[in-house]
């Protein structure tokens, strides 16, 4: 049986969640209300604190679809109630971050300025040459900071660029003259 799958989604103190007809999950927490339709094969269930997801057979589709349902559940859950977030940092001589209201202005040695704007639910803040997206969604925060770094992905000889704090740059030495 899938391991995640049968693990149950503690629900923490001030979140309720709620599952309507055609598998649609409502998650309703201190940071917003997140709502998700699932696969309509997995039984999803709601009972003492706990959200229990069940599937009806063990094709391989039914496992696979079991610990996904269950992920996404946990995933809306933690972020209702605690939130996401990914910091990036822009490396370079002249680039540089800037915000202003919801529009974030990147330098990032192009002819011209690249704009971005926040999309609704996120947030990002600059803080010197660190960018961080904070939202509830994870699968958007993720989304936006890939969007974001994939301006100007870190290049691999002096590592200028826009990659994230967690992030190790593979180095390659550069060409040496001739002798």
């Known amino acids: 049986m899938s391991r995640i799958g049968r693990m149950p989604v503690v629900i923490p103190a001030g979140v309720t969640v709620t599952v309507a007809e055609g598998n649609k999950v409502t998650v309703k927490g201190s940071k917003g209300t997140l709502e998700r339709v699932l696969p309509a094969e997995m039984e999803i269930k709601v009972e003492d604190g706990h959200v229990i997801v069940s599937r009806p057979n063990d094709l391989k589709k039914m496992k696979s679809l079991h610990g996904l349902t269950r992920t996404l559940i946990h995933n809306m859950v933690v972020g209702v ?29 192009y002819s011209h300025p690249v704009e971005m704007i926040d999309p609704d639910g996120l947030e990002s803040v600059v803080d010197g040459n660190k960018i961080t997206v904070k939202g509830i969604d994870k699968e958007k925060v993720g989304q936006y900071a890939a969007e974001i770094r994939e301006k100007r992905a870190p290049e691999p000889y002096k590592g200028k660029g826009i990659k994230y704090a967690d992030e190790v740059i593979r180095r390659k030495v550069g060409k040496t003259g001739k002798k």
Do not use: C, D, F, I
């Open 81 to 109: 109630s605690e939130g996401y977030e990914k910091v990036l940092e822009v490396n370079g001589v002249g680039y540089r971050a800037a915000k202003q209201g919801k529009k974030l202005t990147l330098s990032l040695g």
